[in-house]
């Protein structure tokens, strides 16, 4: 569609949409959102920020949802000219890549077009996105959604996946179950324990173009869940099995795939325990046995550590290990309650997280014929720590105008791992101060504090940030990292970084100037690297 | 570049269309499925509170802003309770990863909230969310009469005045 017919397309709606207001709805409501991040690279080469020939980058994208009655449609515009620092440059101009339309009639849910779905824990399908990321595997097909009787959800798919502007080559096609026993069967309603199962059942095809190996063209994989609740107490565990899937990841052998994910935990009012555990071994999956990076995965292997959100404590970020991995995570949360002794007159709230993940056992095969890669047993946990994270937090109001939280975590990354073989494996301590000063009705200060201690890789860094909250839809910050510890002192940099922000109701718009420090942005166990930059960033986002 | 451009005036221009710009018309909630702490599914479009106010707030145990809005609220909430009705929906995105962890979360923060999970994002893209947090007023109509995105300190009690006057305070 050219830009002059979007231009008067726009006006004429504009200009007649009052008519809507009037009729009050019989036409159907539209509402989206859209992001636009743009950036101006100055060049610095001695904090290793690489060249931007176009000196100019911007990711940007639109929603526009059609709602009227049980029918949705919608679509999402993207624009990629070029793709930032940091997302995968295959991403380039703009497009629609997403498109749908759905009805839903009585308990049937159809839907045409691109979609998201997730079975159980996403053991063996996830589609999903994640924008911040530039993670976004959606399918594009057909989904079927059914509840045939109460408290029994059937849902069906096929597809193709979604690569870029273009779609992958292999088609996927799954099948889920879940029987809520309690909506099911009337006389269990009211029991007590909550009871659910269920399970699914996934299927790939690529054609085999390979001229060496004969690849299965068809590879299946099923999972079994089960989850029972009783008052506070949870327990829940999901399986997940695939046939033989040599790819590019898993370096072409024809060892199976499982996983095995398990969770526990228990609360009540004021207290907070949890548990989880998991082994994977061989479960990379994807549509394309020759995809790369983050494209084409079928699948989502959740990481079982902590998610940080302060900039020193998600320095050495973990990411899954989808060949092979055991790992394990305990979380407590506590809040000491008001006007006792410790707690204070506003209570204290206490978190406490550990996690430790490490390879699995494995006894490589060296079978050239039949390439079964290793074997591995089930119990046994590796002797190769992969990533080891132990956490305290506390928070604590201590007057209506000041609030702070004090964070510790003691950290083990295996970077030769996680990252590339021949990086040491590195041990930091973190420590961070979080003040808020309440100023004024709608004014405040945070004032937060970071320090992370390392022998190894960049060494020390400090940081400093200050962000003050002008009004409700106005703030300011400054930003000082500085890696005074680093072994070469030529650089030993400040990353010194300002931004100002405007919000009015659901819309934001910030401004930053200044240099960012080259890392690794992470959510739910899949990462980008974004290097280091030196410029100006314009950020817009807006709902409505 | 030219349709970009074009493309962003078009979205610009719909934002200010009347259709939705007007207070109290007819947004409501779309229907789509979450899942309760219990683990039982939960239609959206049953969201209710007897002709009172309700606010929905998305959040996730990973977002800092999120968790100290909450944690706020839920200083006052029993006051706004009983002023105004008003019930607070607080809808975690958490996905896989954490999802285990929202309920001993919620109940470690002792927040009295009605939390559901929306692991795989579905009302989250039905509502138009874009970051967290993002919080959304209703009025006793349950319609959509306000939304907010980010948090900053003292928005709770601007959202609070707001409250007041669908609660006819």
């Given at each position: 569609m050219s830009g002059k017919a979007i231009l008067q397309f726009s006006i004429l709606f504009f200009l007649i949409s009052p008519s809507f207001a009037q009729t009050n709805n019989n036409w159907g409501e539209i509402h989206g959102n859209f992001q636009v991040d743009a950036q101006y690279y100055n060049p610095d080469s001695a904090i290793g920020a690489p060249p931007v020939p176009e000196k100019m980058l911007m990711n940007a994208f639109a929603n526009i949802i059609y709602t009227k009655g049980n029918f949705t449609a919608g679509v999402r515009y993207e624009s990629y000219l070029n793709a930032l620092q940091g997302f995968d440059p295959r991403y380039k101009n703009s497009g629609i890549p997403y498109r749908f339309a759905s009805y839903k009639v009585n308990n049937i849910e159809i839907t045409v077009g691109s979609f998201y779905e997730q079975f159980?824990?996403?053991?063996?399908f996830r589609s999903y996105e994640e924008r911040a990321l530039g993670y976004d595997n959606a399918m594009d097909g057909i989904r079927l959604r059914i509840e045939p009787f109460h408290g029994i959800y059937l849902k069906g798919l096929i597809g193709k996946q979604r690569y870029f502007f273009d779609e992958g080559q292999g088609i996927v096609r799954g099948i889920d179950g879940e029987f809520q026993f309690n909506e099911i069967f009337t006389m269990l309603k009211d029991m007590k324990t909550k009871i659910s199962l269920g399970g699914s059942f996934v299927s790939k095809y690529q054609p085999d173009q390979d001229p060496i190996y004969r690849l299965p063209e068809n590879v299946g994989a099923s999972s079994g869940r089960l989850n029972l609740i009783r008052g506070g107490f949870t327990l829940g565990g999901e399986y997940a099995y695939k046939i033989n899937d040599p790819s590019s990841t898993n370096g072409y052998i024809y060892k199976p795939g499982e996983a095995l994910f398990l969770t526990t935990g228990y609360s009540q009012k004021g207290i907070g325990i949890s548990l989880s555990a998991k082994r994977i071994d061989n479960m990379s999956f994807r549509s394309d046995r020759t995809a790369t990076g983050n494209s084409l995965l079928i699948n989502y292997l959740p990481a079982l550590s902590m998610q940080h959100t302060y900039s020193l404590a998600a320095f050495y970020p973990y990411a899954t290990q989808p060949n092979g991995e055991m790992g394990l995570q305990g979380e407590f949360v506590y809040k000491i309650k008001k006007d006792s002794k410790i707690g204070g007159p506003y209570g204290t709230d206490i978190l406490i997280n550990y996690s430790a993940i490490n390879g699995i056992d494995t006894l490589n095969l060296n079978d050239s014929l039949t390439r079964k890669g290793y074997t591995s047993d089930f119990f046994k946990i590796g002797k190769t720590v992969y990533f080891k994270d132990f956490v305290v937090q506390v928070t604590r109001k201590f007057s209506t105008k000041i609030k702070a939280t004090a964070f510790y975590a003691n950290q083990v990354y295996n970077k030769g791992i996680?990252?590339?073989?021949?990086y040491p494996i590195i041990y930091s301590n973190i420590g961070v101060l979080d003040i808020t000063y309440k100023a004024g009705t709608s004014s405040a200060l945070r004032m937060e504090l970071e320090h992370l201690s390392t022998k190894q890789d960049q060494g020390n860094w400090a940081s400093v940030l200050l962000e003050y909250t002008i009004s409700s839809n106005c703030f300011v910050a400054v930003l000082d990292q500085y890696n005074y510890g680093n072994v070469d002192n030529t650089k030993r940099f400040h990353y010194f970084n300002g931004t100002v922000g405007f919000i009015k109701d659901a819309t934001r718009i910030t401004l930053s100037y200044g240099k960012q420090r080259a890392g690794i942005y992470c959510v739910g166990g899949i990462c980008r690297t974004v290097p280091a930059s030196n410029g100006l960033t314009l950020s817009i986002t807006s709902s409505f | 570049m030219k349709n970009l451009l074009s493309g962003i005036a078009f979205l610009f221009l719909l934002s200010l269309n009347p259709l939705y710009a007007q207070e109290g018309k007819a947004r409501k909630i779309p229907a789509v499925e979450v899942k309760a702490l219990d683990g039982s599914t939960f239609n959206t479009s049953s969201i209710d509170n007897n002709g009172k106010p309700i606010i929905i707030d998305f959040w996730a145990t990973w977002c800092k802003p999120c968790v100290t809005e909450l944690t706020n609220i839920s200083d006052v909430y029993a006051k706004w309770k009983k002023e105004t009705g008003v019930k607070v929906i607080a809808i975690s995105i958490d996905d896989a990863r954490n999802t285990a962890k929202v309920a001993p979360f919620v109940n470690g923060k002792n927040w009295d909230y009605e939390v559901y999970i929306d692991p795989n994002g579905d009302f989250k893209r039905a509502m138009n969310v874009n970051t967290v947090p993002h919080t959304f007023l209703l009025n006793g109509k349950k319609e959509i009469v306000w939304q907010h995105n980010s948090y900053a300190e003292g928005d709770e009690d601007k959202l609070f005045e707001l409250v007041k006057k669908e609660a006819g305070k």
């Open positions: 159980g824990n996403g053991l063996i996680v990252q590339s073989p021949g | -």
